[in-house]
């Protein structure tokens, strides 16, 4: 019951703080200018930090592929609109447990890796790789929305 009385607290507090978990990363991005899943004080975090956000593969290349995630980063990315215009968007990188990098600036691959965290904590704590699997599906609308599934 104890607890249970301190989940709702936690829970509570945030939303009379009126800051989600979401928000929270969003901040950390406007802050220092990412967001890491794993520790970047010391040069090996950085070292891994570059390397993520350098040399990515596009996750939409790899859709439907299971992948073994570790890690997440959360960055500004430039992307090209359809207008043939540059707009700088949030974008998220997935660290596989082989170091590979896959990128995505897709609200909806966005949403369900912050979700990820939010639910399943901080990879840091897991005991092993994330399976995912990146998916797509049509809204009513016609358009198409991305998504990470849990393989």
């Known amino acids: 019951m104890a607890d249970e009385m301190m989940i709702v607290e936690q829970e509570t507090a945030i939303t009379n703080s009126g800051e989600t978990f979401a928000d929270r990363i969003i901040n950390q991005v406007r802050e220092a200018g990412f967001y890491a899943t794993f520790d970047t004080s010391e040069r090996a975090g950085q070292v891994k930090l570059y390397k993520a956000t350098n040399a990515s593969k596009l996750l939409r290349d790899y859709m439907e592929t299971p992948l073994a995630i570790v890690d997440f980063v959360f960055t ?59 998916r797509e599906s049509n809204t009513a609308k016609g358009r198409r929305y991305k998504y990470l599934d849990l393989a």
């Open 76 to 134: 500004p990315t430039a992307v090209t609109t359809e207008a043939g215009e540059t707009e700088q968007v949030m974008g998220v990188y997935l660290v596989d447990s082989g170091g590979t990098t896959y990128v995505s600036s897709s609200n909806g691959v966005i949403r369900s890796a912050i979700q990820i965290i939010s639910m399943l904590g901080e990879p840091s704590t897991w005991t092993e790789a994330l399976h995912v699997v990146c």
